[in-house]
Antibody, heavy 123, light 109 residues
């Protein structure tokens, strides 16, 4: 069974940092691009970042460029999201999601999602 | 403010059909046949129900169908069932970006 399990969320002060993790199982991890999508409380979904299967290419939404860094460790079947200089508007549930290609294509649907990890930015 | 516009709510009795709209521009919905629809039950992760405007992933009931006309995409749920009650989000390729709608809460009366 394909499974994604996020962790690392929590309460952090404005300007702080967190590293989110997403552990994958049930598929050949290196063969698939991975993304992070977030959902602010009571709001819609927002794509945040993506990384190719090899880890060689990364992609970011303009709203997080320069503050967030996506990476992956294919030996651990895990994708990470380092989030720095946190702002109140970054408060959200962060989901990792799998697409069906090794390269990341913006038009690929997110076919599998994890349960999410909550990030709250507040003083 | 979401890039794609969806009605905040929709409803229908069991057995009826309901259609949810998703309006964008020629730079997203109208420009490409890459619209997806996601179902999200309360407190759960989203699940893809439709991709590439009208294709259904394996396991999704054929009661769910998608279409597009101009800058507006639509999701139709036929033969409504209680388990269809959820939030539904559309998304579209937007040229080196993927954008989502604000979501529609579907209530089965």
């Amino acid at each position: 069974e394909v499974q994604l399990v996020e962790s690392g969320g929590g309460l952090v002060q404005p300007g702080g940092s967190l590293r989110l993790s997403c552990a994958a199982s049930g598929f050949t991890f290196i063969h698939y691009a991975m993304s992070w999508v977030r959902q602010a409380p009571g709001k819609g979904l927002e794509w945040v970042s993506a990384i190719s299967g090899s880890g060689g290419t990364t992609y970011y939404a303009d709203s997080v460029k320069g503050r967030f860094t996506i990476s992956r460790d294919n030996s651990k079947n895990t994708v990470y999201l380092q989030i720095n200089s946190l702002r109140a508007e970054d408060s959200a549930i962060y989901y990792c999601a799998k697409t069906d290609s090794t390269a990341f294509y913006y038009f690929d649907p997110f076919e599998v999602w994890g349960q999410g990890t909550m990030v709250t930015v507040s003083s | 403010q979401s890039a794609l516009t969806q009605p905040p709510s929709a409803s229908g009795p069991p057995g009826q059909s309901v259609t949810i709209s998703c309006t964008g521009t020629s730079s997203d919905v109208g420009g490409y046949n890459y619209v997806s629809w996601y179902q999200q039950h309360l407190g759960k992760a989203p699940k893809v129900m439709i991709y590439e405007v009208s294709k259904r992933p394996s396991g999704v009931p054929d009661r769910f169908s998608g279409s597009k006309s101009g800058n507006t995409a639509s999701l139709t749920v036929s033969g409504l069932q209680a388990e269809d009650e959820a939030d539904y989000y559309c998304s579209s390729y937007a040229g080196y970006n993927v954008v989502f709608g604000g979501g529609t809460k579907l209530t089965v009366l």
